[in-house]
């Protein structure tokens, strides 16, 4: 895996949005959709401006503790 997108930092096999930088950074594409709440730029998926969900690239057939499956990503419970 490469370095993660900026705003965002890794844990583990994950992407995840650093508490202190800006939460509706860019999340890259996995296949061709973006989670819920996100718009497709590029090869990012970046979150609309309504948006306050967290999105992060699914590892493997599960997502982290209160975090739920959103086709290839994994998104925070609110």
């Not at 493997?60 to 290839?72: A, D, F, K, T, V």
Request: aromatic residues 12%.
């Amino acid at each position: 895996m490469g370095g993660c997108p900026l705003g965002y930092y890794a844990s583990g096999s994950y992407c995840v949005p650093s508490k202190s930088g800006n939460v509706r950074g860019a999340l890259e594409k996995a296949g061709n959709s973006c989670p819920l709440g996100f718009y497709s730029s590029g090869n990012y998926c970046l979150s609309s401006p309504s948006n306050n969900r967290e999105a992060i690239q699914k590892q493997g057939n599960s997502c982290p503790l209160s975090w739920y499956s959103s086709g290839s990503y994994c998104v925070k419970s609110r």
